[in-house]
């Protein structure tokens, strides 16, 4: 079955960088769009990007715009977020999903946490 | 950007009872939106695509149904394991920047 798993989230400083990554299976990754959407505590859900498994096509939200780098690894049939310029809003859960080409997200990871904070 | 409007915030259902909740586009997305049930702790689950089409795997007791700007979720009679937080989503924009309601929590009665 399909299965997503998240990892690299922690702790990090206002102004650093953290690298998630999200392994893949049980699926064949290249009929597929994955993203990232976000939680913070308490609060609901927030689309921040999206990718075909190629990595031929990246989508955006403004609010991480120029800061995070969405990308894939068919070899390793992963998926990648990396965050720069972290925030203090940008303390979440992030959740890896495969999307039903860009539209909605039919299977999701267990979510990493990333808290900013000094 | 297309705002989604989820109403009420909270909804207290007694067990067997029927929950009835909404969501509401600030301009038309079609038929294109999709509902997500979420429990303490864990990720999000599909439950409704399309605006009315259950995922695999979904009881018959869930349905959705709307189109343009107007969506219900309709919980036919609640069971134990329905109390949680519903999220609307639409996928009609282009570029595609998704955007979810702020959800809807079923508590117990």
């Known amino acids: 079955q399909v299965q997503l798993v998240e990892s690299g989230g922690g702790l990090v400083k206002p102004g650093g960088s953290l690298r998630l990554s999200c392994a893949a299976s049980?699926?064949?990754?290249?009929?597929?769009?994955m993203g990232w959407i976000r939680q913070a505590p308490g609060k609901g859900l927030e689309w921040i990007s999206s990718i075909t498994f190629s990595g031929s096509t990246i989508y955006y939200a403004d609010s991480v715009k120029g800061r995070f780098t969405i990308s894939t690894d068919n070899a390793k049939n992963s998926l990648y977020l990396q965050m720069n310029s972290l925030r203090a809003d940008d303390t979440a859960v992030y959740y890896c999903?495969?999307?039903?080409?860009?539209?909605?997200?039919?299977?999701w990871g267990q979510g990493a946490l990333v808290t900013v904070s000094s | 950007e297309i705002v989604m409007t989820q109403s009420p915030a909270t909804l207290s259902v007694s067990p067997g009872e029927r929950a009835i909740l909404s969501c509401r586009a600030s301009?038309?997305?079609?038929?294109?939106l999709a509902w997500y049930q979420q429990k303490p702790g864990q990720a999000p689950r599909l439950l409704i695509y399309?605006?009315?089409t259950r995922a695999t795997g979904i009881p018959a007791r869930f349905s959705g149904s709307g189109s343009g700007t107007e969506f219900t979720l309709t919980i036919s009679s609640l069971q134990s394991e329905d109390f949680a937080v519903y999220y609307c989503q639409q996928y009609n924009n282009w570029p595609p920047r998704r955007t979810f309601g702020q959800g809807t929590k079923v508590e117990i009665k």
């Open positions: 301009q038309s997305v079609s038929n294109d």
């Open positions: 999903a495969r999307a039903i080409k860009t539209y909605y997200f039919d299977s």
């Open positions: 049980g699926f064949t990754f290249n009929d597929y769009y």
């Open positions: 399309g605006a009315s």
